[in-house]
Nanobody
Framework: QVQLVESGGGLVQFGGSMKLSCAVPGLTLGYYTIGWFRQAPGKEREGVSCISSSEIPSFYTDSLKGRFTIFRDSAKKTVYLQMNNLKPEDTAVYYC??????????????????WGKGTLVTVSA
């Protein structure tokens, strides 16, 4: 059973920064695309970002570009989502997911192989 260990959520002020971590000790990162979805209160789940097996990042929401960065540490088997200049509309539960190698091209929740339990990020105004 593959476990995704998410950490780093919490409360942050408007304009602040936060880094989410997703450790996947049971996998070799180079064989998967790993990333994040989020779901804000009362809204549909949306794709945030992922990093491919060849470490190419993708972002799926225009409002995040330039503020969020995704990277990985293969030795630690951990993917990080660095979030800067956070806004109240970034408040959501962030879910780490693991998908097949080419899933960055069609970043869909139902197409993932493994899902984390989610971590809440709250941005205060």
């Amino acid at each position: 059973q593959v476990q995704l260990v998410e950490s780093g959520g919490g409360l942050v002020q408007f304009g602040g920064s936060m880094k989410l971590s997703c450790a996947v000790p049971g996998l070799t990162l180079g064989y998967y695309t790993i990333g994040w979805f989020r779901q804000a209160p009362g809204k549909e789940r949306e794709g945030v970002s992922c990093i491919s097996s060849s470490e190419i990042p993708s972002f799926y929401t225009d409002s995040l570009k330039g503020r969020f960065t995704i990277f990985r540490d293969s030795a630690k088997k951990t993917v990080y989502l660095q979030m800067n200049n956070l806004k109240p509309e970034d408040t959501a539960v962030y879910y780490c997911v693991v998908g097949p190698e080419g899933s960055w091209n069609h970043w869909d929740w139902d197409g993932m192989d493994y899902w984390g339990k989610g971590t809440l990020v709250t941005v205060s105004a």
